[in-house]
């Protein structure tokens, strides 16, 4: 019996994600942190479904520890946004509705909380403040936007009692 040799091409590692090459004594991509896999073409697996695909992005190092909030979305859709943002930077997140709001006729309305692992937030709330999205920032728009909204109830009020002053004025004429 004659001794199979091995190609070099399907020696070492190989990258399931971005298909780049590694030596056997590596672990993890350096690039997008993935699993290494022994052998064969480098070839790049075509994301079978959309969590799929989301799940290929997810950095391993940012998955760890329990669920902190690192920001705040006025309503799903806001939140679905900072969502995607973080995911492109690998790090995993949930949204839950904030405690204390319940708008069961309106399911994508009232605000949002975006939750990130432990281990992530530090990245998150980089990401977050690189795009100005921070908590901070949705805090001083709600602060904002509160003021506004008061400012205009209290302009209604004094036209509606200017109003009644002048009906009371006219009727005792």
Known sequence: MCARSHSTSTDGLACPSCGRR??????????????????????????????????????????????????????????????GLLLEEGVPSMLRRTAGFDVPDFLAAGPRDVMVPESGAARAHETLNDAQLGAAAFEEQSFRSRAVRIFAGLLLVGFAGVLLALVLFQAAK
């Open 22 to 83: 590694y030596a056997l004594d590596e672990r993890f991509c350096d690039v997008c942190g993935m699993p290494l896999v022994h052998g064969g073409p480098a070839r790049v697996e075509e994301p079978r479904n959309e969590a799929h695909e989301r799940a290929r992005k997810i950095r391993p190092e940012y998955t760890r520890g329990e669920l902190v909030r690192v920001a705040g979305g006025r309503n799903q859709a806001e939140a679905e946004l900072i969502q």
